[in-house]
């Protein structure tokens, strides 16, 4: 998913001082880190069955926003005997439950956003168990029912009714195991009004006319996915066709709208040749769709195989000075097809591996297209924009959620997840360098593909492909919040020859902020003579002492040259 970024400048900020004199050695003052020691809370979800299919039948009375399903749910006991099933259901006026193989009605309670089943007999592991409801429903969530718009006489857009499945909304018109680690197979069976369009997931297998003016669609989505992923659109489009290789590209704008095609969507097949040449993985499904829809309240929805955007954002496509925000936009939903669809958060405490991954691939994929200055500017105003948010919001997280209990408040505070997370990604790349970042990037899509993914499965994937332990690393960018104030107070001592800098983290640290965070920070000093130097300090303490020798007067100092840690302010003071 992509939300609304948090504005920052135009410009990359520079950390940058002129002046005479410096350099240095490593005098160290223990820090306690409280973040380590602060229990993490686990948000995977316990089931004793295992959902392999969804067969999904849905029509639509609009003026009543009614939703009429008829849903087939396949499941694998994951326990010796089991004889009573739960799914999540919120809303949903069941006619009929029954077993769906023998047609056999079965005994259930639907209440408190559940509905609970009694099998006809005990089944076990070996054994596949076939769910069949009968419902309708007036969803508040899940699906959304927009009207036509017109202004001065000209049609806008369309009737639609769409779906929005993140976090949770999926419980909300079929009845279904809802949490992101349980993936499954699903078949659609979707009735519009003729002359609609209808988008998908997967392959569209067939359209089939009914009495009365309706067309149902058939698609079918062979690779086990989350629920939250699975989406129709229906709507009047135009649709512009492209292929990516073998990959058919659907591009959906509303009728009229096909000149927005070139501007908002025109790099989607240089955006997908950049991902599959970063990850070494090629596009992992086989097709990719984009459709523009109103009222939607993201940027877009990685929905699989079928984004949805928000029409109001892909328009900003015609405005030159705002092309680049719909170029990322794009760019964020196709890394998505990597980080999301094809591996996928597994609870969602961990929803940054998702979205962190994602808006680092918009710098990334600038990186290939405009160099890396456009990639480092993308990274600084990410970081910029996460500070920003420390400086005025009272409550928070870390990119490791403890709050995710609350789903309601998951995209809350995207400057973390989002801004925060593609700046700390950045930064794990700096840590352990090119040539073993995408190696284990690489690893993590293959060693888990189509299933979930982990903080410590992250983390494994990164120590095995440097050889580093990165547990600090981890438990204060993932685990804890906040990011480290530097000031740094300095003294050039010619006669001596060496340059003294008092370094001390003036952030509040608290049980998940560390008092003094680890950073390997580079100083780099350019000489009167234009000689260059560089040493790295691995600071470790609030407070520190580094003393570098330099053998001639440097006439100007910079730290963190080349923005290796983004996520940090720093004071330089002159001492006299």
Not at 175 to 182: A, G, L, T
Not at 196 to 211: A, D, H, S
Not at 355 to 369: L, Q, S, V, W
Not at 389 to 410: C, F, K, M, Q, W
């Amino acid at each position: 998913m992509f939300g609304d970024e948090i504005p920052g400048p135009s410009g990359s900020p520079i950390m940058k001082q002129q002046f005479r004199g410096f350099l240095f050695v490593i005098f160290t003052i223990a820090a306690v880190d409280a973040v380590a020691q602060t229990a993490r809370p686990a948000y995977d979800r316990q089931a004793d069955f295992d959902v392999e299919h969804y067969t999904i039948r849905v029509s639509f009375d609009h003026p009543k926003r009614t939703v009429i399903g008829d849903i087939t749910v396949r499941l694998r006991p994951k326990v010796a005997v089991l004889r009573n099933v739960r799914l999540d259901a919120v809303g949903l006026a069941f006619t009929q439950v029954e077993n769906g193989e023998t047609g056999k009605p079965l005994k259930y309670t639907a209440a408190r956003g559940n509905v609970s089943i009694t099998l006809d007999r005990a089944y076990g592991p070996d054994e596949e168990v076939s769910l069949r409801f009968r419902y309708t429903t007036r969803p508040q969530k899940g699906v959304y029912f927009v009207n036509e718009r017109r202004d001065q006489g000209r049609r806008v857009h369309s009737d639609q009714i769409w779906t929005q499945g993140q976090p949770d909304e999926a419980r909300h018109w079929f009845p279904s195991f809802d949490h992101p680690e349980d993936k499954a197979t699903t078949e659609k069976f979707i009735t519009a009004k003729k002359g609609q369009t209808v988008i998908g997931n997967g392959v569209l297998m067939e359209k089939k006319e009914n009495p009365g003016g309706t067309v149902t669609h058939h698609f079918r989505m062979d690779i086990p996915h989350s629920t939250y992923l699975v989406s129709f659109v229906i709507g009047e489009y135009e649709k512009v066709e492209e292929k990516y290789g073998e990959i058919p590209l659907g591009y959906y704008v509303y009728p009229g709208s096909a000149s927005l095609v070139p501007l908002a969507y025109g790099k989607t097949t240089e955006m997908l040749k950049i991902m599959e040449e970063l990850t070494s993985v090629a596009y992992p499904f086989s097709k990719y769709d984009q459709t523009m829809v109103a009222n939607f309240e993201f940027g877009g929805m990685e929905n699989i195989t079928a984004t949805t955007m928000s029409d109001t954002e892909i328009a900003y496509a015609r405005l030159d000075f705002l092309r680049g925000n719909v170029e990322d936009l794009v760019a964020h939903e196709i890394a998505h097809s990597w980080f999301g669809n094809n591996v996928t958060c597994a609870n969602w405490a961990e929803l940054y591996l998702n979205e962190a991954f994602a808006t680092f691939f918009e710098a990334a994929i600038r990186e290939k297209m405009y160099g890396r200055e456009d990639y480092m500017r993308k990274i600084m105003l990410d970081a910029e924009a996460f500070m920003n948010h420390e400086a005025t919001t009272p409550v928070s997280h870390g990119l490791y959620n403890r709050r995710a209990a609350d789903t309601s408040i998951l995209f809350k505070w995207p400057a973390v997840t989002y801004n925060k997370g593609g700046a700390v990604v950045h930064q794990l790349r700096e840590q352990i360098g090119d040539r073993a970042f995408w190696k284990a990037l690489n690893t993590i899509l293959i060693r888990h593909r189509f299933s979930s993914l982990r903080t410590h499965d992250l983390r494994s994937a990164m120590e095995e492909a440097s050889g580093q332990n990165l547990g600090w690393f981890f438990d204060q960018w993932i685990y804890g919040t906040g990011y480290p104030k530097l000031t740094i107070r300095y003294r050039y001592d010619r006669d001596a020859g060496e340059m003294r800098l008092d370094i001390e983290q003036t952030q509040r640290g608290d049980r998940l902020t560390p008092a003094g965070f680890r950073l390997p920070l580079e100083i780099e000093f350019l000489g009167e003579d234009g000689s260059r130097i560089r040493h790295t300090a691995d600071i470790k303490s609030r407070r520190e002492t580094i003393v570098i020798p330099i053998d001639t007067t440097p006439d100007e100092m910079n730290i963190d040259p080349d923005e290796k840690i983004p996520l940090k302010t720093i004071r330089l003071l002159e001492i006299k």
